[in-house]
């Protein structure tokens, strides 16, 4: 199997497949393997953190959903709802080679116009960062860690 990147993220064992010279890795949340892509990776990763270091539980996390935004298809990497079904985390993943960018801040405050989550995290694996929305003024906090559930 092709050795990954090392990211900034605790190790889990995953359970990788090969199939016609492709790997895929298991997703737990979405109960199917997933061609193994460097972005792929980090989200994997990202829900093994939420669910293992978090305390998030597995059937309040939904992934790479379809959302509207401005009227155009989306998907979100990772969203976390709280008990109640309200959002609660929206997560977006790049892969290593990509830089957080303000341009990845605009695109996930686009997203969270239409999913008005809590809470954000940008993440390409190496670099990590945790906002708490503040919806009356219109802007985010950061926060030093990632909110547990």
């Known amino acids: 199997m092709s050795k990954m990147q090392k990211l900034n993220l605790p190790e889990y064992k995953f ?4 199939k016609k010279d492709k790997i895929y890795i298991f997703d737990e949340i979405r109960k199917k393997n997933i061609f193994l892509t460097p972005e792929e990776w980090v989200r994997q990763h990202v829900v093994q953190f939420l669910i293992k270091e ?3 539980p597995k ?3 939904a992934i790479e959903k379809e959302i509207k935004v401005n009227q155009l298809s989306k998907r979100f990497d990772i969203l976390i709802f709280n008990s109640q079904g309200a959002h609660e985390l929206i997560v977006e993943c790049k892969a290593p080679k ?5 341009a990845v801040f605009d695109q ?5 116009l239409e999913l ?6 940008l993440t390409n694996g190496l670099n990590h960062y945790y906002c ?16 547990k559930f």
Do not use: G
Request: charged fraction near 30%; proline fraction near 2%; charge should be positive.
């Open 108 to 112: 996930i405050a686009r997203y969270n």
């Open 116 to 121: 008005n989550a809590k809470y954000l995290m």
């Open 54 to 56: 978090q305390n998030y």
């Open 15 to 18: 359970r990788l497949s090969k």
């Open 59 to 61: 059937s309040l996390i």
């Open 98 to 102: 990509v830089k957080i960018t303000q």
């Open 132 to 147: 708490k929305m503040d919806f009356d003024n219109k802007k985010y906090v950061f926060l030093k860690d990632c909110p």
